[in-house]
Nanobody, 123 residues
Framework: QVQLVESGGGLVQAGGSLRLSCAVSGRTFSGFAVGWFRQAPGKEREFVAAIRWNGGRTNYADSVKDRFTISRDNAKNTFYLQMNSLKPEDTAVYYC????????????????WGQGTQVTVSS
């Protein structure tokens, strides 16, 4: 079993930065992949970014490419989402997630979810 615990959301002005963290407990294996989704009010949950636990391969949604960076610290069993140049349209509840496979990450529902953390960007 895998558990995910998020931290780091909050309120920031447009153009500012925030870093989200997600601590992973339980077992991980080669091929294990983690990442982030977000859900804005009245909208569907959408993929943001993903990273392969071993090897570090990454993938990003076009809307956040060049502004957000996903990373992981295998020794701490934690992964991060560094968000820079934030825009009001980035306002959403952000969910960390994990899957046993990298294949299809972002298009297939992950195996595990965090509890979600609110990110609000004011204009």
């Amino acid at each position: 079993q895998v558990q995910l615990v998020e931290s780091g959301g909050g309120l920031v002005q447009a153009g500012g930065s925030l870093r989200l963290s997600c601590a992973v407990s339980g077992r991980t294996f080669s091929g294990f992949a983690v990442g982030w989704f977000r859900q804005a009010p009245g909208k569907e949950r959408e993929f943001v970014a993903a990273i392969r636990w071993n090897g570090g391969r990454t993938n990003y949604a076009d809307s956040v490419k060049d502004r957000f960076t996903i990373s992981r610290d295998n020794a701490k069993n934690t992964f991060y989402l560094q968000m820079n140049s934030l825009k009001p349209e980035d306002t959403a509840v952000y969910y960390c997630a994990a899957s046993w496979s990298w294949s299809g990450w972002g298009t297939i529902a992950p195996d595990y979810w965090g509890q979600g953390t609110q990110v609000t960007v004011s204009s």
